[in-house]
């Protein structure tokens, strides 16, 4: 059986909830593959070691992560990690070189490339949300903060070890109640659509 790694955030910055972590608590069980379930602190530092050691330790074929992107209309699909840290505290109280006053833009990996292309199968998943009528699109920017930062770090991982997982980034818009006036989605839909990026990852 296939093995796949899903993470999920705990809440951060203003948001008192993440709909990230609290659909990937709710997700049951997948079809054909045993899965395991991580939910990460938003911190430049400690967020990716957490990932690192039950890659290394587990080996997943496959690593779903997901993120919130306040504000979305949709599931955004992400294609394309950076290598870019934007100024952005994090909830350390710290930015990414690990300072606690800003110090501008950093590299997440210095010197090494400038972007990879996430490696799940992600013209399935689309076609899937649609067809369950799931609004979802491509995303090409996961923005410059610990999403992107955690997506770019694990394809530069796997490019290192000449790896062949398959790795994606799903960001989830607002869940339903969360922030007045902003668009959202029921919790149940958010489950619903990563179930599906799950069962079409490979
Ligand atoms: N969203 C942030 C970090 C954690 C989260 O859920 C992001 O998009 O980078």
Redesign the pocket.
Known sequence: MKKILVTG?EP?GKDAR?P?GESVRMLKEVENAEIRKLILP?SWKRAFPEVEKVWDLWKPDALLMV???GGSTAIRIERIGVNLCGEIIDMDGRYADGSASPSGEHPVIAGNREAFFATYHHEAILKALKEAEIPAKYSFS??T????YLLYSSLAKMARENGNMKIGFI?LPYADGQKEGAPSMPLDTMVRALETALSKIF
């Open positions: 955030f951060f993440n990230s938003v993120g919130l992107a996961a923005g903060y610990i999403c992107n960001h």
